[in-house]
C-alpha cells in the first residue's frame, strides 16, 4: 500500500526540461496507482521554498488540482498516493505533511507505532498538529531534531542527520522521504520493515517504493537493506544505517520494460494480466533443469543435505498466496512425502508454533514486502529453521530475509486481485516440490521428467481456454445481479474454489464462498435455495483415486434444491452434462496439475461480472496491492 516516488534532477543551475521534477513524480505516482491509494499529493523545492499540494481521491484529483495551482519548476520533488490508516482519505490527512515552518516536507508509507507519545511531547513543545496522521508527528520530530537539536546546521549533517537521529525513535513500519528548503539539491529517505528502492540515472536519481516508480527513466536499482538511511543528489546515492555508519545497497538490473506495465490494448489491466498467465508460466518454467533433465533451482542457495534432512513443511502466505500454497500441499507431500501444513502468517507466530532446524519453511508472496508473511519468517529464522521465498519481485525484503529464493518471472502485476502471480506461484511451488523429490530420491528421474514435460504443456492449455473465452465472458454478464455465488471443490479443486470465491469478492463485492465439497451435509448445504448460482470444480475421471463420482454426487445434492450449477469439468467429460445448467470444458491435464487450468475461467468469470457492474476492477475499493502493515 501507499505508493512513494523521489526525485533529485540535475544541478547545473537551470531545470532540466527534460525531466522536471513535477513529471518525473506524478508520472511514477501514476504507474504506483496499482498499489491501492485514496489520496495523493506532491511537493518541490524551489525558489529556497516547500510547494505543496494534495488532494483526496485519485490521482485525477491531485492533477486538476496542479491545474488550477501550478507548482513552480523545480529539480527535486517527492510524491505520495495514500491508503489511510490513521486518519480518514481528506485533504488534510493526505501527505506530503509539512513542518519547521513549512520548510520540510515528508511522505510515509507505514504505521508509527509510538506516534502518541511522541505527539504528546511535541505537543509540549508548542507544535500544533492539522492532521489525524502519524505522519504529520514524524514530520514535526524530524524537523524538530533539524532546527532546535541541530540547530539548522547542515555543516553539521542537515536532513540526513536530523532523519537518523528521528529514526532512532520512531517504532514501528515505515518509509520515510523527505526534502527541506535549506537543501533543494537532496532527499533524505529512510526504511524500516516497509519497501524503497534507488533508481540510478545519469545526472538524476529516483527514489521509489518499487521500481515501476522510476521505470521510465532507468532500469538500473539498488536494494536497501533493513534499517538504512540514503540520502541522494544528482550525482550522488549515499547510504548509512540509523546510526550514521556507512553502509552498502547491492545494484541490480530491472529487466523488463515499461511497456510491460502497460495494459497493451486491453481495457484493464486484470484482463491484460489473465491474458499474460501462459507467457507467466512458461518463464517461471524456463531454464530450470540441465541438458539431463535434471532441475538444477540455482537461486535455493541451501545446502542440500540441509535439504535432505527436512521432516516438516511449512508454507507461509496471505490471501490468495496461501490458496496457492494449499495447492502446493498436495503435490509436495505426493511428491515428496513430507507432511506439509500451510499457514496464514499473520497467525502463525502467535500461536507458539513447533519449528525447528529440521523444518523448512516456504514463503509466497507476490510484493515481497507483505509485512504478516516477513514477520512471520523472522520469527521462524529466529526458531532455527530454514526459509524459501517464492516471490515475484526482484531485490524485495522476504526474499533478500530468506536463505533461498525461487522467483516466478511473472513481470510486473499492476492490478490488486491477482492472476498471472497466482499461477506463477503455483507453478514455481511444483518445481520446488519436484527438486525436494529428486534431492531426496522419492522419484525417479524418468518420473520427474515427465512432470515437467505435463508442465511444460500448460501454458498452451491456458492459452486454448483463454482463446475460447466468450461463453464466460457472457455468463459473467448474463449473472450480474446474483447476490451470491457458491464454489466447490475436492482435492486441489478446494483452494481453487476459494480462489475463485475470493476473486468473485474482490472485485464483485458481492457473497461468495469457497467450500470443500465434501462438507456439504455437515452445514453449508443449508445455503442451497432456488436459483443458487454454484461453481463446481469437477476432477478429472482418469487417474487413481478420481474423486469425480463423488463430486458429481455432490452437484446432484445442490440442484436437487433448486442450485443453478456451473460445472467446470475435462475435456470428454460427459457424465456431468445431465447435472449442470452451464459447462466450462478445460482440457485434459494431470490431477495435481489441473488448478494451473481450472482457476483461469473463475478470473475470466469474476472480471466479466464486475465489469458488467461497472467497477473498477484494476483498484478494487478499500483494496492496496502490497499489505505492508500488519
Known sequence: MCGIVGYVGRSAGRVNTEHKALDVVLEGLRRLEYRGYDSA??????DGAISSRKKSGKLSNLIAELE???????????????????????????????????????????IIENFAELKQELVAKGVTFLSETDTEVAAALIGDIYRNQLGGDNASGGLTRAMELACQRLEGAFTLLAVHADQPDVVVAARRNSPLVVGLGEGENFLGSDVSGFIDYTRRAVELGQDQIVTITADTVAITDFFGAPAEGKEYYVNWD???????????????????????????????????????????????????????IIVLACGTSAYAGQVAKYAIERWCRIPT????????????????????????????????????????????????????????TIPRESDAVLYTHAGPEIAVASTK????????????????????????????????????????????????????????????DAKSVLFLGRHVGFPVAMEGALKLKELAYIHAEGFAAGELKHGPIALIEEGQPVFVVVPSPRGRDSLHAKVVSNIQEVRARGAKTIVIAEEGDEAVKAYAEHVIYIPETPTLLAPLLSTVPLQIFALALASAKGYDVDQPRNLAKSVTVE
Not at 276 to 290: E, F, I, K, Y
Open 258 to 312: 515499461p511497456a510491460s506495465a502497460e495494459k497493451g490494448g486491453f481495457p484493464s489491466f486484470m484482463e491484460k494480466e489473465i491474458h499474460d498467465q501462459p507467457d507467466a508460466v512458461l518463464q517461471t518454467l524456463l531454464g530450470r533443469s540441465d541438458v539431463d533433465g535434471k532441475l538444477t533451482l540455482d537461486e535455493l542457495r541451501i545446502d542440500t543435505e540441509l535439504l535432505k534432512s527436512v521432516d516438516k
Open 421 to 480: 502471480a497466482f499461477l506463477a506461484q503455483i507453478a514455481a511451488a511444483y518445481l520446488l516440490g519436484l527438486y525436494l523429490a529428486q534431492l531426496r530420491g522419492n522419484k525417479f528421474q524418468g518420473e520427474i521428467k515427465d512432470i515437467l514435460a505435463d508442465l511444460g504443456k500448460i501454458p498452451a492449455k491456458i492459452q486454448q481456454i483463454l482463446d475460447n473465452a466468450d461463453a464466460i465472458k457472457k455468463l459473467g454478464h448474463d449473472m450480474v
Open 41 to 46: 499529493g506532491i511537493a518541490v523545492v524551489a
Open 68 to 110: 488550477a495551482h501550478p507548482l513552480p519548476d523545480a529539480l527535486t520533488g517527492i510524491g505520495h498516493t495514500r491508503w489511510a490508516t490513521h486518519g480518514g482519505p481528506t485533504d488534510l490527512n493526505a501527505h506530503p505533511h509539512l513542518s519547521d515552518g513549512g520548510k520540510l516536507a515528508l511522505i510515509h508509507n507505514g
Open 341 to 396: 501444513e500451510v499457514e496464514l502468517s499473520h497467525e502463525f507466530r502467535y500461536r507458539d508454533p513447533i519449528v525447528d532446524a529440521n523444518t523448512l519453511i516456504v514463503s509466497i508472496s507476490q510484493s515481497g514486502e507483505t509485512m504478516d508473511t516477513l514477520m512471520a519468517v523472522r520469527y521462524a529464522k529466529e526458531q532455527g529453521a530454514k526459509t524459501v521465498s517464492i516471490c515475484n519481485t526482484n531485490g524485495s
